[in-house]
T-cell receptor, first 116, second 113 residues
Framework: AQKITQTQPGMFVQEKEAVTLDCTYD???????LFWYKQPSSGEMIFLIY??????QNATEGRYSLNFQKARKSANLVISASQLGDSAMYFC?????????????FGKGITLSVRP | KAGVTQTPRYLIKTRGQQVTLSCSPI?????VSWYQQTPGQGLQFLFE???????NKGNFPGRFSGRQFSNSRSEMNVSTLELGDSALYLC????????????FGPGTRLTVL
């Protein structure tokens, strides 16, 4: 089974509107971390936001917020007031605390296009 | 503060050759992780080095190897290149390996002909 699932093939949003990018995950660990990264066409991965499995409140970083629903194993990214510069690939990732083998597992990514 | 740098940015090799990619982390960062990104497989973890020791390893064949030097710079080597090794290779650095502090470089795009 896939650890991280991002099923939306591509998303379009009008400038200044909000958009939600979906992510579901699968783990049997009690302690884990969820991440969102942005990858513009230049290729560099940019860290956006982090949510720990024990965090009671949803993480927020400026225009980014993470809608964390633990029981449903979902960690959707919400981008408010979209900007043209938000057009990029977005990746959801998970770190499971598997001791010496702790590593990040990425989803397939979602392409977001912001329309002027 | 300078970011993570990777050299070269682009590389073209032929099957059977070997290649070495370099990654210079942010000053003060001791952990360097490597990832392979392809359209088919997405982003996959290769390995992580911390203080010159390999600490974590992904599921890649032994043709993929790496090392880290005392100044935390890291190199990744791929021997006997295959067409399927064509990918964007990303490295990321952090102070201690905490992934919420991980910063990525621009990547090296390797094309194997």
């Amino acid at each position: 089974a896939q650890k991280i699932t991002q099923t939306q093939p591509g998303m379009f949003v009008q400038e200044k509107e909000a958009v939600t990018l979906d992510c579901t995950y699968d783990t049997s660990d009690q302690s884990y971390g969820l991440f969102w990264y942005k990858q513009p066409s230049s290729g560099e991965m940019i860290f956006l936001i982090y949510q720990g499995s024990y965090d009671e409140q949803n993480a927020t970083e400026g225009r980014y917020s993470l809608n964390f629903q633990k029981a449903r194993k979902s960690a959707n990214l919400v981008i408010s007031a979209s900007q043209l510069g938000d057009s990029a690939m977005y990746f959801c990732a998970m770190r499971e605390n598997t001791g010496a083998n702790s590593k990040l597992t990425f989803g397939k990514g979602i392409t977001l296009s912001v329309r002027p | 503060k300078a970011g993570v740098t990777q050299t070269p940015r682009y590389l073209i090799k032929t099957r059977g050759q070997q290649v070495t990619l370099s990654c210079s982390p942010i000053s003060g960062h001791r952990s360097v992780s490597w990832y392979q990104q392809t359209p088919g497989q997405g982003l996959q973890f290769l390995f992580e080095y911390f203080s010159e020791t390999q600490r974590n390893k992904g599921n890649f064949p032994g043709r993929f190897s790496g090392r880290q030097f005392s100044n935390s710079r890291s190199e990744m080597n791929v021997s006997t290149l295959e067409l399927g090794d064509s990918a964007l290779y990303l490295c990321a650095s952090s102070m201690s390996g905490d992934y919420n502090e991980q910063f990525f470089g621009p990547g090296t795009r390797l094309t194997v002909l």
